[in-house]
């Protein structure tokens, strides 16, 4: 059975910093693309970035680029998302995302098993 579990969300004030991380199980984790999407409450979940297998590139969405830094460690089979410069508009819940592609996706429907999110909250 997979699963993928985040952990380190909560509040904290813009222009701090958090990181959250994904613990994998039950796949080979280093076979697969790894993404973190986002929820903003009455907005659609949205692509944030996405790492491939060895965690040689990343993908950011323009949104978060320079800010927002992901990065796996596949003998720990974790994903990481480091946020720094945090606003207001980061405020959402996060996923994490497994993907059996070769290429980083940014479509929902790319990634085979998701997460069941964890809140991110930036007070301004």
């Not at 994998?24 to 907005?43: C, D, E, H, I």
């Not at 790492?51 to 680029?65: E, F, L, P, R």
């Amino acid at each position: 059975q997979v699963q993928l579990v985040e952990s380190g969300g909560g509040l904290v004030q813009a222009g701090g910093s958090l990181r959250v991380s994904c613990a994998a199980s039950g796949l080979t984790f280093r076979n697969y693309v790894m993404g973190w999407f986002r929820q903003a409450p009455g907005k659609e979940r949205e692509f944030v970035a996405g790492i491939n297998w060895s965690g040689d590139k990343t993908y950011y969405a323009d949104s978060v680029k320079g800010r927002f830094t992901i990065s796996r460690d596949n003998a720990k089979r974790t994903v990481y998302l480091q946020m720094n410069s945090l606003k207001p508009e980061d405020t959402a819940v996060y996923y994490c995302a497994a993907g059996g592609s070769l290429r980083i996706g940014i479509m929902e429907g790319e990634y085979n098993y998701w997460g069941q999110g964890i809140q991110v909250t930036v007070s301004s």
